[in-house]
């Protein structure tokens, strides 16, 4: 059974309502966090690449990515869990694992379970929650998951309409 399903959730996957690019984060985060992020992308098969700027270049320990000078070039870990779905880390933080997903490419009930099935490997991976929130809302949280259940959840009401 999926952990959600379509029809008590698609206001959650409005582009129009939460933005095309929602927020999405694990807080309480160190840089052995990263690494096992790193980590779960480079042994999960999924397709991906590190860019500095918009350069790819090899994907460095964590501890490299996260000390590198304030005024270096952006740096972005592009994961595609699935064809056609994009996933954006931005490593900025040691205290913060931050990333995008484009609500676009995560339509309909297999949009769902791409998505659950995504925060949940990373949620275990970690054993911390994983939570999106709407577009630059980062007090609303919508969904996320849970490591106590082992699940994605909701955190909201759905009906936002």
């Given amino acids: 059974m999926p952990d959600l399903l379509w029809d008590d959730v698609k206001d959650f996957f409005d582009p129009d309502l939460m933005g095309a690019l929602p927020d999405v984060s694990v807080e309480g985060t160190s840089v052995d966090d990263w690494q096992a992020v790193f980590d779960l992308v480079r042994s999960s098969g999924w397709a991906w690449e590190y860019l500095e700027g918009r350069v790819a270049v090899p994907l460095p320990p964590a501890a490299e990515v996260l000390s590198r000078p ?92």
């Fill in 70 to 161: 304030a005024d270096s070039e952006t740096v972005n870990l592009q994961v595609w869990p699935t064809s056609g779905v994009l996933a954006i880390f931005r490593p900025m933080s040691a205290e913060e694992i931050d990333f995008d997903v484009d609500l676009r490419e995560l339509q309909g009930q297999a949009g769902v379970d791409i998505l659950c099935r995504f925060l949940a490997a990373v949620g275990r991976r970690l054993g911390k929650r994983v939570v999106m929130t709407a577009e630059g809302d980062f007090g609303n949280r919508v969904l996320g998951f849970d490591p106590t259940v082992d699940r994605v959840v909701l955190m909201a009401d759905p009906q936002l309409s």
